[in-house]
């Protein structure tokens, strides 16, 4: 298999938060692909896809970091399940939703500048242009209070905080898919940006490292900056 993922100036930055849910997935499958690095002006070689991830398996292409989850829990029966037993998919559904409707958005306004400095030169006024009409300001104007900003982002986790002082991980004794996909927003945010968005001490933070320390440390290997 190969996995085109999006990677900064240096190709063993991988920072895309989709593509890091499909990385953990595959390593909770106990399988491997090929990674070939993807920037933003590499459309072409990924054609008619427009966004990474995307997955070569073989014959098959797939795009779409959930629609990859559930052909990798499809294709692959016999091996460990991303989702478990019923409801499970429906449940890692909505984690899947809250992180991409409220929390990413969210750290988004506190690192968005920051991404500049890992980005591949050819990819530089693409995301500028492309995020300033988006947020219709300046990246810089954007993460311009964030120092306060963080304090909104830590009591929107709250709930997710109340989880993980019970249990290890959101999924209970071990972690599974919603664990991945809450994952990737803080390594894509890890791979990006100095500035801290947990207090050392919050369980979230806890959690974070013992994702990290997941199949032999794989997402601590990557260049970050912590």
């Given at each position: ?19 890091w ?52 829990e499809?294709?692959?029966p016999d ?8 409801p499970?998919?429906?449940?890692t559904?909505?984690?899947?939703a ?14 968005v ?34 120092e ?40 894509w ?31 601590r ?6």
């Amino acid at each position: 298999m190969k996995l085109y993922e999006l990677a900064g100036a240096d190709p063993a930055r991988l920072f895309s938060p989709y593509c890091w849910r499909v990385r953990m997935a595959l390593a909770a499958k106990g399988l491997r692909a090929e990674t070939i690095p993807w920037r933003f002006v590499d459309k072409p070689a990924i054609t008619p896809h427009k966004t990474v991830p995307v997955l070569v398996d073989g014959e098959t292409v797939v795009a779409d970091s959930w629609t990859i989850a559930e052909y990798l829990e499809d294709r692959f029966p016999d091996r460990p399940s991303l989702f478990g037993p019923p409801p499970g998919k429906q449940l890692t559904r909505f984690v899947a939703a809250f992180v991409d409707v409220t929390l990413f958005p969210a750290m988004s306004r506190l690192i968005v500048a920051d991404i500049l400095q890992v980005l591949h030169p050819g990819d530089v006024q693409y995301f500028r242009t492309s995020r300033e009409a988006r947020f219709g300001m300046t990246l810089e104007q954007v993460q311009a209070n964030r120092e306060s900003g963080v304090e909104e982002l830590r009591k929107l986790l709250r709930p997710v905080r109340l989880m993980l002082r019970e249990q290890p991980f959101l999924c209970g004794a071990a972690p599974m898919h919603a664990d991945s996909i809450l994952f990737g927003a803080f390594q894509w945010a890890r791979c990006v940006s100095p500035f801290r968005l947990l207090a050392p001490d919050d369980p979230i933070e806890a959690w974070r490292q013992r994702m990290l320390d997941l199949h032999g440390g794989m997402a601590r290997k990557v260049p970050a900056f912590d």
